[in-house]
Structures are given as C-alpha cells and as structure tokens.
C-alpha cells in the first residue's frame, strides 16, 4: 500500500449497513435485557461516576449498539460498578452486567 | 401540465455569437475538451464562437479558498467581461464551472448592489483604464451542447449502447456543485431535478443511473484538497459517492465541471493504492469522461486527439463497448509524431 | 510376618503419604508473604494445643456437621472416629502382642491374619473392642450408602452429584470395612481368633469354605484399601487430611488474601463434599439453580473445569459459608474464580484525584453509601439522629460519593477496587477524624476488613446501640411490632446480630421471621451476583418477604439501603430501616 | 351450571348461624323489574346507572363511601377542554335522583356470589344481602403509593408532592411552597410508578402525560412567572385535543419539556428540592433546583378492584379486573351476568371511562333482555 501523507476520512455519520454487528448480537446474548432500554436516561442521571466526569453510560450502550468501539474507547473503565444505574432502572436492566459484558467483549478487540 | 411545470425549470440559453473562457486547470488535466467543444460548435453547428488570446483567470479557486478578496475577484472578473466587450459579444461562455458560479455570484451581486458595480468600474478604470458591459447571458458549455443534444445527435455515428449486449449503457452523471447549487435558476432542472447532462445522456441512448449518492459532491471542496492533512475528507466524499454508485455498475461517469472529472478519475487511483479497493468488477475503475470527450467521441473523433489517454481510469473497455476503433499504438504518439515514454503503471489500479 | 497380600495395601499407603507430603509441602510453599507473616507472628503464642484439639473435634468428631444435623454428624464421625480408633487400638493391640517390639504398618491392619492364637483374656478383649468399632464404622457406612440413595434421611434435601472417579473411589471406600467383616469372620471360622461378631459370623460358615475363601479375601480386602489409599489424594477424599492441615493453620491466623495461594489450594482439598452448602442456597431453594453451590463450583475449580457462570451466578449471600461444617471462606475462592485479570485496569479513577476532604476533627465521618442517595429517608433520620444527641458530623459522600470498592472486589477487579479504597482512605485520613460511621453494610464490610483505617468503624446500628447504650438518645417505645431483616452483608458477612435486635427491643416489639439471624434469607438485591434477571430477583424477594411476615408484624426493619429497596419495590409499604425508625421514636 | 358447582351450599350455611347473624335478605320486589347492582359510584358506576335506569331497569348503586364520584371530585378542571369537574360530577349526581337508582352510600361490598345461573348476591361487609340479575364492577383504580419511589423524596422532603395534591391545591386556588411563598420554578415528572418493572407496573397509565400539561398550564394561569418543567420519557398525547394542549403549553405558555427521567432527589438547605435527570436528547446529566417536584403518579387497580376480582376469579393483569377480549367483549367477564366498566379494567381516561360505561349499560339491557 502507497503512503501519501493523508488517508481516507472516516463518516461522522453512523454508517450502519457496513457495520458488523455481531458483538452486538452476542451482548444481547449474554444479557438479553439490554434489549429493553427505552433510553429514558435515569442510569446516567444517578450515575456515581457520572457525578465526577462526563462518563454517560446511557451513551456508551447506545455507541455499543451502533458499533461504535472506537468512540467508547475507556469509557467504560470510570465506572465503579456501585449499581445504582441498576437499582433505577424502570426496565430492570440488568446495567451492572451489562458493563462487565461490554468490557469482555470488547477486550476481544 | 407537466411541460408546463418543467418550463420553470429551464434557463435561457443564447443561439449563438459566444465568447469562450477557457478554464485553468482543464487545459492541462483534458486538454483535448476544450478543442474539441470548439470544433464541435464550429464544424458541428456552425456557430460563431470566439476564444480570445488575452484571456486569464478568474480566481474561483483561490477566491473559494479565501486567498482573493471579494473585491480583487470582481476586478479580475470585469477585465475578463471588458475583453468580451471589446471582442464585441454579449454571451458569455466560461468553460469552468466555478468560473460559471463566479461569474453568476458576481454578477447577481451587482443586481444587489450597484454601489459594487460601480466600484469594480472604477478599479478596472484606474487600474486598466478598459470598460465593460455586463454579459447579456451567462451559460456554461454544457448548457450549448445540450440545447443541441438533438442535432448532435443526428450527426452522431454512434450511439450509447453496449453493442454485444445491445442494451443502454448505464451512465452516471455528475454536476459540478457551483453550476446549480449556488443559483439554482441559472441550472437547467434548477438545483432539484439538474438535467444538463441526463438530456444529453438520454438523447444519446444511454441510461441515467439514479442512486442514492448521486447529488453529493465530489469531494473537490477547494481548502480540503489544497491542504494535504484534509485531503482525507475530500477522499472520503468522492469514496462515499463511489460505494453508492457501485451496485449498479456503470460503465462511465459523465461530469461537467473539471474539478469533478479530475477527482472522480484521480482519487480511483488513490483508493485503489490505498486501500485495494475498486469499483468496478475487474479492477480497472469506471471511466470518467467530459460532456465534449463524450459528444466527440460518438461523433466519431480520435480519442487520442480527444485526450482520452491522458485520464487515470483508461477508457478502452468502454470505447470497446461502444464499438469506436481506436489505433492502440498511437496512444502515445505526440503532436510532433514521435512516441511518448509510457506512464508508470498503478499497482493496484489496472489501465 | 509378611504376605504377599499385603503388596496392595503397601503400595496404597506409600503412595497416599507420598503424594500427601508433596502436596502439603507445595501448598505450605506457595502460601503468601502476608500468611507466613502472620503464621510466624501466632507461631510462638501457643496456639498448639487448641488447634490439635480443634482438629481433634473437627476431623474425628465432626461437631459442627453434627450442629447442622445429628445424623449426618453421627454417619461421618461415625466413619471417621470408628475407623481412626480401629487404627490405634489395632496398634496397641499389636504392639501388646509383641510385648512393645517394633512391627511392619500390615502387622497390626491384618492382624488376625498373622495371628491365630488369641485365647488370652487380654486378646479376647481386644477382639471384643476391634468387633465393636467395627459395627461402629460399618453402621456409618451403612448410613452413608442409605444418605446416596435418599438424602431425605440425613436431613437433606439433596446430595451432592458424583462423577465416575468419585464413584469408584466411594464404592471401594464402602467396600473396605465389609471385606474386613467377611475376611476377619473367615480366618475366625478356620482358627477361632475372632471376636464376638466376627466368630459368631465365622461359625456360620463352612470350614471348607473358609479355607478356600480365606486368602481372596483378605487380598481383597487389601486391594480396597490400597486402591482407596492411592487414588484418595486425587479425590474429594483427600479432604480427611487436608481439613487438619487446614484447621492447624486457621488457628495460626492464615488467612485467605486477595490473590489465590497455597492457603486457598488446601481450602480447596478441604472441602468433603458433604452437601450442606447446598440446603440453604436460596439460588437453589427459591430459583432451583443447582449447579453453582460451593460443592459444584469446588469441585470444577479441582477438577479444571469451572465454568465462569458457576462462579458468578452466586449472591454472595454467605449462607453457605456460615453453615460450612468445615468453615471454608468460599466468597474468597468464588472471588479468585470471578478474578478478571485481563480488564481489570490501573489508573481507573484519575478524576477522583481532584476530590478534597474536609477538616472534620471532632466530628464523625457519615459515609451513607452509594444506595443511600436512593434511599434518602435513611440519610435524613441519620442526620436526625446526630443532631439529637448534639453530635457533628461530616456526610462524606452527601453531593456525590466514591464508591467504597467491594462491588468491584466481588466482581474480580481486584486493582480496580484497591485504587478505589486509596481515594476513600486517603480522604478519611485526611479528615482527621476518629470515628467512621457508614449506612451501607457493603460498604461497612468493606471498611472493616478490606480498608485498613486507622479510624473505628461502625455500621450505624451499632453506632445506634452505643448511643442508646450511653443514654444519650432520649427515645419513647410504641408497640408496633417489627420483624427484623438480616442484611446478608451486615450479619453473615460482619457478625452484626445483636446491635440492632438491642436497638429495636428498646423501641419496638420485636417478632421472629421464620429464618433469621445467621439463617436469615437474601433480598434478591445482593449486589454479588451480576447476572441475576430482575425477575429472579424478584422471585427471591418475594421468598424473603414471606419469611419475613410469618408472624405478620406491622413493620419489617432492615438496615441496609439494597434491602430496604427490594422490598419497598414490592407493594409493600412497610419496611423501615432501623435509622428512621429510631428517628421516628425519638424525643424531640 | 359450572357457577352452580363452586360454591355450594351457600344457603345451607347460613341455616346452621344463630338468626341474628344471620344475614337479612333484602328483597326488593316492587315489581317484576330486573336488578342490576353496580358497585362503585364514580364516573363509570354512575353513568351506567343512569343508563340502565332509563331503559326502566331498577338500579342498586353502591358505593364504600360516603362521597360519590370522590376521585372526580378531586379534580379541578378536566382535560382538554378545561371544564370544570365539579360541574361534571354534580350534573351525574342530579341525574342519579331517579326512581329506579337506589344509592347504598358506605356500603362496601364484601363479595358477590352467583346463586343460580341468572341469580347474583350481592354480599355487603355489614352483612346485608341483595339480589340481583346483573352485577357491574365499577370499582376503579387508586393512585401509586409515591413512597414506594423512595429516591423521589415523596413523604421526605416537602418540596416533593404528588399530581393529587397538586390538583388540590388548584381547587383551593393556591398554590405556594411550604414557606407561603408562590413556587419560582415547578417541575412535573411523568411516569411515577407506571412504566416500571422495578415496582411491578409495566403498563402506561395513559392520563398522566396530559394530566401534567394540563396541571402545568393551569400553574401558568395563576402564576404566569413561574419556570415550568416537564420530565418525560415519551409524550403520548393520544386523545383528541390532547397534541394541541401540548403545542399550547410550549408556544403560549413557555412550558419547557425535557427528555429525561428524574432518577434521585435531595432536599436543599433552602427547603427546595435538587433533582438529577439526564437531558437525554443532548447526552448530558442535568441537575435542577426546584421549588415543587411534582410527581405524575400512575394508576393502580383500587383495593375493592382487587378484592372483587380475586373473590370473583377473573383477575386480570397488574391485580386488575380482566375482561372476556379487550375488542367485542370488552364489558363481559367469563361469569355469566358480571360486567366490567371503567378503570377496574385498566388505565383510562374520564372520556373513556364515560364511553365504557355507556357500553357496560347497553350490554347489560341486551343480557336481562334475554333472560
């Protein structure tokens, strides 16, 4: 491959049909609840670690969701797995999990 | 009903008495265009076209990269107008297609406000000591041709038509971003249904492919391509225009504006080296060819006076298609008769 | 003095105090620094004696398997001390014999084989005595093969599940002792040197028989006892040796430390499989999962094969700790099995570095926990109570709060939740003061044992009950009656049983749940277990909640905040923690 | 015939008590009418009667307490057209003075049993029977116990109080925060205790969503420069007027709508209230000082509901009374001559619950007509 001092910019759109989505499919395995989200937000609102950074775990699933792995890159290390994204949840999805998968499977990158 | 609604969307395009501005970056990327539309209004048509020998820019590029200052480019712009003045014609017929929305921009600007016309009137006199006359009409060469698309036609000795399958080749068209998105009337089909060069392609016998990407830009954007460390976003339009068009396999890409020909032919080459990649199914990308390389070549011109060898995706196979002989050793023969030295060839890109 | 048949079982028993020794002395080997240390530190305080008597109690006697049901206590020490006393009264029977001469180990194990002539009073007691501890073991083992195939005798409700190895390993364990009985009561037949159940057996035989039999049945009986020695090391039967090396170096203060060591190897031999942990597990008794109990979950991690959902599909609720007959530290090893070694990352909580501390000398340090900022009526009747008795006090984590690190220790992000408790220690430390009270069982544990503060700690019901036990909370009783729920946390995991009960007898009347104290049932919202649906939860709420209302009090206590949160989201109103109804009774 | 089988009997019981805890049989027989108990006088108990009276049917209306219509009675003006509710329920109560309506106020029912197939007993918990043909379960919902939303501060901070209280408040005509003083800013959160799994409810209440641009437009009325806010998850502005009282509500009154759920709220040391939310539609955690946190609280099936349908076997979901098919037999139970109206059935709006009855009426004048 030629090098010429630039390469090809990435869409900042969300460019779904030629994303993989197959870690998708395995989160939604591993914690099928995750499918249940209706995005409302409490788990970021109450979030401990919210309360110190811009961490927004609502957002992290959401990027998850689209494959955008590049994007979340450590986020998801500032959260202190204290559960109270769980305890709020209105449709019991089981966050804390959740996060755990998340950091398995994209360990694997 | 329908006519009715469609003569909206038309613009005025003068019959004849022409004066031709010839475009910078055209005369060393498709030098054969240029001739060619010449000889095409004058042998073809007959029409009376002139192309003066004091001609110059009219700072589009380094006015759309903020370089020139408003005021330098309307200067440099009624200088151009004043040669026209003096030649004595009243249309004006810029070969660029951003010279086209300068021109336009320029001179809607004056409508607005006369306080600028009056101002270049006297820059250009202090500084020239000419004067000038607003050009009656303002239409891009595309806007001739296909006014005539019907006679050429006529004259034409071949068609748009695979000749083994005896099918309509499907063809891309692409228009310059500055020729119907800055002042959507001055285009014809405005900015919603441009039709410049659908006409021309329909009239031909070719087919229109419409896919999803189609009215995109190119990528060209001026500062993205200027600065090499943006030159990635300028790639990754005329990639995504690419990724769009290539489930339906085209045979060539027909463009008006010389921006759009130039990246659409050179950043296949690019891709190709950078990332393998091309889009058609053998590897030898899609041919993009001017609207003049286009009516010269079905007019029956020599492709290598046309300057077809001079494009970075080779245009044999689609001339093969079409069924226009061409002499495989005279591809690079010079205007003084000796043979050139062959290009480098791509690693991955096949010519 | 020497068969042939003998070859078996001294093969056996070379290779069983071989191997033993080689295992022991790897295990003692890879224990850690901190171990050694403190093994050192309680070598020379004389702890010698209690810990042989201890072992004495454990291995032979089986007490605390006795604690949990006599039965079951009786079948293993039955086993157990039956056959440790046929040992060393076989030995002194020998030794008596040959008027105290050395003799070969087989001497004494195949005693009437080599002897015959055993007509003095002396020898015919000693037969009496072998005859009877014979009995003894055999009904053991009868119990035992009855415990396999209806665990309902023992007071179970289900037995551990065996593989093939175990099984060939049981059946020649079963088989020794009646092999002993028929070989002993065929060489009595032939030479009348049996006692008064092996000769009134002998006498039931054909003579003709016994001298044929004889011989193939002592080989026998040695091939059984070889193979069950040689292949015990690699069995759930190794536990008989390792409980006492086990129980010898908890008494020496070894305990587990945050990475697997040698200590946690020999927890994992020590565990006999018995199956208790298995008849409390609420996984199993309310959600019907019977694959992670310990006994599962110790035998994959032996055997290599545990799967990750065995180790993490537990509350950590420390049932089965609790009742362990053998005082395992299971949540330790489940936490090695949790270990999450490639995620878990330093340098996690750099934004907490900006976090400062507030100068609080004289003041106490309230830290309300994570929860509690959802359970704000715990948070408001602490501050209640502080202001009562005139005590100031700085909320640690009132606008925003560090988590204390446990969750993240259960889960097996050991360096994670260690950078964590830096943040916490580095603040209290800072804050000079002396006195740390907290909300939140989870993290109550955590600061108790995971932290080393240099600051009392305290959960507020203790804190509470030393309030009240000084007479400075000035409080008026009601006769509303209040059952109390045992955070998991709190009581199994710290011992709190009795500050808060004292707590509420002075308010309330107090009712009984069905199961409480170190029997008291999870709330389903143990943070320990991540993979638990909501539903499940809920089902183990409701569980809960019925053990709770038996005696349908008016209220149910509770004094921690995830508790308090699961029962309160079923349409039960009604559950207080023990802060507000303290702050509820107060005297204003 | 299957009826028959499950409770027998009945009477034979009654024989063995001494005669005066007996119950007394009150047997109305002016003449050869059919009777139709319904049970539960609000909106739906009410209308019905009205109805099946008028189709000259002999009504028995009985109702545990001893205010009709007392949940309408609550209410101050109605959406979407801002009538008033006590027009309403005053212009039904003048209605039910008809011969053929006997009202039983305070006269909670214990259960109804079927004593033949086209026979009801109506149990009361004084013990008084009655007879009737066709029994309509009108027994209505209840509102979410707020406490059991702990983090919402509901009964711990006084800033924090529930749609009720604030519809009360409206009635009263005034509105302030504990301190007296007019609220400088309100704040409205939807959905507390319906569409939660953590509390068991997974359903849509269906009225909050209206009730709170309703309740916060009449906030602006009275008190035009207060700060409104309204913490939704999804708007459901389903019924007619009901997406041109939200337009209304953001144009005319500058109520402002956040995308967002309230997840915890902390008392301030000025006596307001501090929420935290997520802004979701920009991604970011929001906190807010509020003077009033107003929760939008859902609906629940009633106590008498729950009882009702649990002593009569057809226990719908969430502890609701279910009918026979939500499409053609929605008034039906699987009990031959039990009926179901209103909000014992689910959430509904007062439109709905009027139009449910009516429908309850006519169903029930096709069965006695086949008897």
Redesign the interface.
């Known amino acids: 491959m030629k090098s010429f001092g630039f390469s090809i910019a990435k869409p900042r759109s969300l460019e779904i049909d030629g994303e993989s989505l197959e870690r998708l499919h395995r989160l939604e395995e591993k914690e099928p609840s995750f499918k249940r989200c209706f995005n409302c937000g409490g788990c970021t609102a109450t979030c401990s670690a919210g309360q110190f950074t811009d961490f927004n775990i609502r957002r992290v699933h959401n990027l998850y969701r689209w494959g955008r792995y590049q994007e979340l890159g450590e986020e998801l290390r500032k959260c202190m797995l204290c559960g109270k994204c769980t305890l709020v949840c209105p449709r019991g999805v089981n966050l804390r999990h959740l996060i755990v998968s998340m950091r398995e499977l994209l360990n694997e990158l | 009903m329908s006519k009715r609604y469609w003569n909206q969307y038309q613009k005025e395009i003068a019959d004849d008495r022409y004066f031709y501005e010839r475009s910078c970056i055209r005369q060393s990327f498709f030098p054969g265009s240029e001739a060619a539309f010449l000889k095409i209004l004058r042998e073809e048509l007959g029409k009376d076209i002139h192309d003066d020998v004091n001609q110059h820019t009219c700072t589009g590029i380094g006015y759309h990269s903020d370089v020139v200052p408003f005021e330098t480019t309307m200067t440099v712009v009624a200088r151009l107008f004043s040669l026209m003045t003096q030649a004595g014609y009243e249309n004006y017929v810029p070969s660029c297609v951003t010279s086209f929305g300068v021109f336009t921009e320029i001179v809607e600007t004056w409508k607005e406000q006369p306080a600028l016309l009056e101002k270049t009137r006297k820059l250009l006199k202090e500084t020239t000591g000419r004067e000038f006359n607003i050009p009656k009409n303002i239409v891009h060469p595309s806007d001739i041709i296909y006014k005539f698309r019907f006679e050429l036609r006529d004259r034409m000795k071949y068609r748009l038509v695979n000749r083994y399958t005896g099918k309509p080749l499907k063809v891309v068209e692409h228009i310059g971003c500055h020729y119907a998105k800055i002042f959507p009337k001055h285009g014809v089909g405005n900015a919603e249904f441009p039709y410049v060069l659908a006409g021309m392609i329909e009239a031909w016998g070719g087919e229109v492919i419409d896919y999803p990407e189609r009215r995109h830009c190119c990528g060209f954007g001026f500062r993205q391509y200027l600065v090499q460390q943006n030159r990635g976003y300028s790639l990754a339009n005329t990639q995504k225009k690419f990724e769009s068009m290539q489930p339906y396999e085209p045979d060539f890409i027909l463009t008006n504006c010389p921006g759009c020909s130039m990246f659409m032919d050179k950043w296949q080459y690019v891709i190709a080296e950078m990332e393998n990649k091309t889009y058609d199914k053998d590897g030898y990308g899609i041919p993009v060819l001017t609207y003049e390389e286009l009516a010269g070549l079905l007019l029956g011109y020599d492709p290598w006076t046309l300057g077809l060898q001079l494009h970075q995706v080779q245009s044999e196979r689609l001339m093969d298609k079409i069924g226009i002989p061409y002499n495989k050793n005279e591809k690079f023969k010079g205007v003084s008769g000796k043979l050139l030295p062959y290009p480098e060839k791509p690693e991955h890109l096949k010519v | 003095m020497f068969h042939p048949f003998v070859i078996p079982f001294c093969i056996g028993t070379v290779a069983l105090f071989g191997i033993i020794g080689i295992k022991f002395t790897r295990w003692i080997k890879s224990l850690d620094r901190k171990q050694i240390t403190i093994f050192r530190q309680h070598f020379l305080k004389g702890m010698f004696i209690p810990a042989i008597k201890e072992m004495l109690l454990e291995g032979l006697f089986h007490r605390k398997v006795t604690r949990f049901s006599r039965r079951l206590g009786f079948m293993h020490r039955s086993i157990a001390l039956g056959w440790f006393l046929l040992i060393v009264v076989g030995f002194i029977e020998a030794t008596v014999n040959l008027k105290g001469k050395l003799h070969a180990p087989w001497y004494a194990i195949f005693y009437r084989f080599f002897e015959h002539d055993q007509f003095t009073a002396s020898s015919r007691v000693f037969a009496d005595i072998m005859d009877a501890l014979l009995i003894y073991v055999l009904i053991g083992i009868g119990l035992a093969v009855a415990k396999s195939l209806y665990a309902g005798i023992m007071g179970l409700r289900k037995t551990s599940k065996l593989k093939l190895f175990d099984a060939v390993l049981r059946y020649s364990l079963w088989l020794i002792f009646p092999l002993r009985l028929f070989s002993e009561s065929l060489t009595a037949c032939l030479y009348k040197n049996g006692g008064f159940l092996t000769q009134y057996l002998g006498d039931l035989f054909n003579p003709m028989f016994a001298s044929v039999m004889e011989l193939p049945a002592w080989t026998a009986y040695s091939i059984a006892l070889g193979l069950f020695f040689a292949l015990m090391p690699f069995s759930r039967y190794m536990h008989i040796f390792t409980e006492l090396l086990l129980i010898f170096f908890r008494k020496y203060g070894v305990k587990e430390s945050e990475q697997a060591t040698g200590y946690t190897k020999m927890e994992l031999s020590a565990c006999s499989r018995c199956g208790i942990c298995i008849e409390n597990c609420p996984m199993d008794k309310v959600l019907g999962v019977d694959t992670i109990q310990p006994v599962y979950y110790l035998r994959d991690v032996r055997n290599r094969v545990a799967k990750r959902i065995t180790a993490d599909n537990c509350l950590m609720c420390n049932q089965c700790q609790s009742d362990c007959p053998v005082g395992i530290d299971i949540s330790s090893l489940r936490k090695f099995g949790r270990n999450?070694q490639?995620?878990d990352?330093h340098d996690?909580?750099q934004?907490?570095d900006?976090?400062h501390s507030f100068n609080a000398i004289g003041r106490v340090v309230y830290f309300g926990g994570?929860?509690s900022?959802?359970?704000?009526?715990i948070v408001?009747s602490m501050k209640k109570i502080f202001d009562a008795v005139g005590q100031k006090y700085w909320m640690m984590d009132e606008?925003?709060?560090?988590?204390c690190?446990r969750?993240?220790l259960q889960?097996g992000?050991i360096n994670?939740a260690a950078e964590?408790r830096r943040k916490n220690t580095r603040l209290i430390i800072e804050s000079h003061s002396k006195t740390l009270v907290t909300s939140c069982p989870i993290c109550y544990q955590s600061f108790k044992n995971e932290y080393h503060l240099p600051v009392r700690v305290m959960h507020h019901t203790e804190y509470i009950a030393m309030l009240m036990q000084l007479g400075k909370l000035k409080v008026k009783p009601s006769d509303l009656k209040v059952a109390y729920h045992d955070p998991c946390e709190l009581g199994r995991g710290c011992g709190i049983y009795e500050e808060p009960r004292r707590v509420l007898r002075e308010l309330v009347q107090l009712v009984p749940a069905e199961r409480e104290g170190k029997d008291s049932m999870c709330c389903g919202?143990n943070?320990g277990n991540?993979?638990?649906?909501?539903?499940s939860q809920?089902r183990l709420r409701d569980a809960s909640w019925q053990n709770l209302t038996i005696n349908h009090p008016d209220q149910v206590a509770t004094a921690c905040p995830?508790c308090?949160?699961a029962f309160?989201?079923?349409?039960h109103?009604s559950v207080k923690d023990i802060a507000e109804i303290v702050a509820e009774h107060l005297i204003q | 015939m299957k009826d028959k089988k499950e409770r027998p009997g009945e009477r034979r019981t009654w024989s063995l008590l001494p005669k005066a805890l007996r119950p007394r049989i009150e047997v109305q027989t002016q003449e050869e009418r059919p009777v139709v108990a319904i049970i539960g006088a609000g909106p739906a108990g009410m209308e019905a009667a009205i109805q099946i009276a008028r189709q000259s049917c002999q009504v028995l209306l009985f109702e545990a307490n001893a205010d009709l219509a007392l949940n309408l009675q609550n209410k101050y003006k109605l959406f979407p057209d801002m009538s008033d509710a006590q027009t309403l329920a005053q212009g039904m109560m003048l209605a039910l003075e008809h011969p053929l309506i006997t009202v039983y106020r305070q006269t909670p029912i214990k259960h109804v049993v079927q004593v033949e197939n086209f026979h009801w007993q109506v149990f009361t918990e004084d013990n008084r029977v009655f007879k009737a043909t066709a029994v309509l379960l009108c027994t209505g919902y209840e509102v979410f116990d707020a406490r059991r939303k702990e983090e919402l501060g509901y009964g711990i901070y006084n800033g924090v109080i529930t749609s009720l209280e604030l519809e009360n408040m409206f009635k009263q005509e005034h509105i302030s925060t504990l301190t007296g003083d007019s609220p400088k800013r309100v704040v409205f959160l939807q959905c507390v205790g319906s569409r939660d799994e953590k509390v068991g409810n997974r359903y849509c209440s269906k009225v909050c969503c209206v009730t709170a641009v309703k309740q916060a437009i009449e906030l602006k009325r009275m008190h035009p420069e207060t700060e409104v806010y309204v913490f939704y998850m999804d708007l459901r502005m389903w019924g007619k007027g009901f997406e041109e009282m939200y337009r209304v509500a953001q144009e005319q009154y500058n109520i402002r709508f956040v995308r967002g759920r309230i997840s915890e709220a902390a008392g301030t040391f000025d006596g307001g209230v501090q929420i935290k939310a997520e802004d979701t539609l920009i991604g970011k955690p929001l906190k807010m000082r509020t003077d009033l946190l107003v929760l939008m609280l859902g609906m629940e099936a009633s106590c008498g509901t729950k009882q009702l349908a649990k002593s009569c076997g057809i226990v719908g979901d969430y502890g609701f009374a279910g009918s026979l098919d939500p499409h053609l037999n929605d008034n039906h139970t699987h009990r031959k001559g039990l009926f179901l109206a209103g909000t014992c059935k689910r959430p509904m709006s007062l439109t709905d619950v009027i139009a449910d009855a009516r429908s309850a009426a006519m169903e029930i004048i096709n069965y006695l007509s086949k008897q």
Do not use: D, V, W
């Open positions: 999450k490639e995620l990352t996690n909580y934004y907490l900006k976090i994570c929860m900022h959802l359970t704000p009526g408001e606008y925003r709060s560090i988590c690190g969750p993240l889960q992000f994670q964590l919202y943070l991540t993979c638990l649906s909501l539903e809920m995830m308090k949160k309160q989201h079923a349409s109103n």
